[in-house]
């Protein structure tokens, strides 16, 4: 089977640091995702990992290890504006690119 | 350009009646998928099509749903007779040769009465 497991909500101060947490089990892989999505609005690109290690873009980090079948992201300098749900994906081995997707996490930032 | 796009955004529709809606990828994009997505929940695979070639549909889908992109250019996506538990965010995201990641358009949402 196929799962992506990530925590359904967390909450944090403006101007923290976060870690947002993903494990998955999937039959196949091709490098792992992150999206912000905001209420009402579609998922915006965030990061994309393959190899092991940290890839950093600003205030967001995604850190991935294949043998662990882990992932998370960071938030760094949290803003009121980051409030919104994160979505892990894993990207399917094969031809059919498809994105496997978790749940979300929704993050609430507090003044 | 100006990215993904879909029309309509919002479709209020009655139980029973067909509906299509349609999306423009990014237009150097040869793949194109359809997710659709309810509250609480991450996008949910539907289709996906490699130029004008529908290269997989999801077994959830029923055969109401259809989806085409005759020119491989837009895609269209119809739901036949429609039922309350249509009711959802249908997003459209297109990815380009050699590159991993899906860009999404901004979602058509559909309530079904």
């Known amino acids: 089977g196929q799962n992506i497991d990530q925590p359904t909500e967390m909450t944090a101060t403006e101007g923290a640091i976060v870690q947002i947490n993903c494990t998955y089990q999937?039959?196949?892989?091709?490098?792992l995702f992150w999206y912000q999505q905001h209420a009402g609005e579609a998922p915006t690109f965030l990061s994309y990992n393959v190899l092991d290690g940290l890839e950093e873009k600003g205030r967001f980090s995604s850190f991935l290890s294949r043998s662990k079948g882990y992932s998370y992201l960071l938030l760094k300098e949290l803003q009121m504006k980051d409030s919104a749900s994160y979505l892990c994906?894993?990207?399917?081995?094969?031809?059919?690119?498809?994105?496997?997707w978790g749940l979300g996490t929704s993050l609430a930032v507090n003044p | 350009d100006t990215g993904v796009s879909q029309d309509p955004r919002h479709k209020i529709t009655k139980r029973g009646q067909n509906v299509t809606f349609r999306c423009d990828p990014i237009s150097e994009h040869n793949r194109l998928y359809w997710y659709r997505q309810t509250l609480g929940q991450g996008p949910e695979f539907l289709t996906y099509f490699q130029n004008e070639a529908q290269l997989e549909k999801s077994r959830l889908l029923s055969d109401r749903f259809s989806a085409e992109r005759p020119k491989g250019s837009f895609s269209t996506l119809e739901i036949q007779r429609t039922e309350q538990g249509d009711s959802a965010m249908y997003l459209c995201?297109?990815?380009?040769?050699?590159?991993?990641?899906?860009?999404f358009g901004p979602g058509t949402r559909l309530t079904v009465t």
């Open positions: 999937t039959s196949g892989f091709n490098g």
């Open positions: 994906a894993v990207l399917n081995a094969g031809n059919n690119r498809k994105l496997i």
């Open positions: 995201a297109s990815s380009g040769q050699g590159i991993h990641e899906q860009y």
